[in-house]
Each structure stands twice: as structure tokens, then as C-alpha cells.
């Protein structure tokens, strides 16, 4: 992990890198906030950026505070993030440390969290890249250990898509297959798919081809010429009379 100032203290051009996804998020997330929620979002920050550890106890009340559905698709937040989601990343916008401090703060946040914090750090990583460096990448190992769709699929986004080894962001996009992730959501698919991911897939559809099972979508846009199920492995014996 790196650090950036003295002691981990924020630097005006930290400060700035910040601002661009606080202001995007900002606009996302206001429509769906009630004016009660608004307010609670507003004190919460401002807590945030007073003192770091304020962030453990409100991060687990942001669902009940500013409700779960889904950011506007046509609206400039992120797609497929919920309104949480874009409420805790703009929490931890606030936080006032960076470089290892921050990672360390993450790793904590993460750890202790459930799933929809876990989510929201996950979320996080990507404003906080250029402080971050490959400080947090062991977050986005976790996530890819776990069977959580919405965790993987996090994982997946601009930070882990730009600093997971090749051999690793391999495994994770096979992994999306195997557990159901819409290979959309991966951020940098088209930069970063080569032969290697494509024989990998293609080993994938062999083995669903054989035991009779359809090739997914997903995995067939990595082929030529997909393979078609072996209706032979679903058919019966015949049975002597």
C-alpha cells in the first residue's frame, strides 16, 4: 500500500479527485431522496469528514435511511447501482485519510460490514484509485472468493477490471459465468479480453456441450462456432425385457 502524504492527511489535489464522483453521485442519487433523507445523508457526511470512525455506524443504517431501489437507468449515476449504493460511496467520499490510512479504514469497513456495506466499499474503489494504488486489491479477493452475485459483480468494476493480474481477472470473469454475473457488468471487458479468456470459454462451452447442457450467451460471443448440446448424454439405456 502506498501513502501519499504525511501522515495519510489529505492534499488539495486529493481533495479535488474527489469531487468529480461527488458531484455525479450528488445528481444520481437527490431525485430518489426524500427531503428527511436528504437531511440524514447531509449530517452524515458532514460526520464522516469530522472524524473517520463515525463512518462504522453510519454506513449500516443508509438502506433504512434512504431506501434500496434502483438509480434512474436514464439518470447519470452508475448503471446497476442501487440508491444505497451511491448514498454509501458518497459517505465514503467523506472520509478524511488517505493513502494506507484509507486502505486500513476499508478494510475494516468491509470486514465488519454486511453485504450492502460490503457492497458500497466494493463500489468505492474506483474514486479512490489514484490513493489507493493496489492497496485495496485484497477487498476485491475476497469478493471474488464469496458466491455473492452482487459482491462479484462489484469486484468487477473499474478498479479490480484496471488491477487484477490477467490470471486472476481471468478466473473472475469465468467466475461470472459460473455463478450467473451478466459479463456486462465487467468493466473493461473489451480492453482486456485476449486468446487465453477465449480458450478458457471455449473449454467451458465443451464440457456444458457434452453434458448435454445449452451454452450460455455469455460464453458463446467468445466462440466462432459453439458447440451444440450431446442430446445423447440426457437419453435413457435401453432396458432389456
Request: charged share 25%; net charge negative; aromatic share 4%.
Amino acid at each position: 500500500m502506498r501513502g501519499t502524504a504525511p501522515g495519510n492527511a489529505m492534499t488539495h489535489d486529493e481533495t479535488v479527485t474527489r469531487d468529480g464522483p461527488r458531484a455525479e453521485l450528488t445528481s444520481a442519487v437527490e431525485p430518489h431522496l426524500t427531503a428527511e433523507a436528504a437531511r440524514w445523508l447531509s449530517e452524515a457526511r458532514e460526520r464522516i469528514a469530522a472524524t473517520a470512525d463515525a463512518a462504522a455506524t453510519v454506513l449500516p443504517a443508509v438502506g433504512r435511511r434512504c431506501g434500496r431501489g434502483p438509480l434512474d437507468a436514464a439518470g447519470p449515476g452508475p448503471a446497476g447501482w442501487s440508491v444505497d449504493d451511491a448514498a454509501r460511496v458518497l459517505l465514503l467520499l467523506e472520509l478524511p485519510c488517505t493513502g494506507d490510512t484509507l486502505a486500513a479504514r476499508l478494510t475494516d469497513l468491509y470486514r465488519y460490514g454486511d453485504a450492502g456495506e460490503r457492497r458500497g466499499v466494493l463500489r468505492s474503489l474506483a474514486a479512490f484509485d489514484a490513493e489507493l494504488g493496489d492497496g485495496a486489491l485484497p477487498l476485491v479477493h475476497d469478493a471474488l472468493r464469496t458466491n455473492d452475485t452482487r459482491l462479484v459483480a462489484a469486484a468487477l468494476g473499474p478498479y479490480g477490471g484496471a488491477r487484477l493480474a490477467d490470471h486472476a481477472w481471468r478466473q473472475a470473469v469465468l467466475k461470472c459465468v459460473f455463478v450467473g454475473v451478466p459479463l456486462a457488468v465487467v468493466d473493461g471487458l473489451d480492453r482486456r479480453a485476449d486468446a487465453e479468456l477465449a480458450r478458457m470459454m471455449a473449454d467451458y462451452a465443451q464440457e456444458r456441450a457434452a453434458a448435454g447442457r445449452d451454452v450460455p450467451a455469455d460464453v458463446a460471443m467468445f466462440l466462432d462456432d459453439p458447440p451444440a448440446p450431446d442430446t445423447r448424454s440426457l437419453e435413457s439405456p435401453d432396458r432389456e425385457v
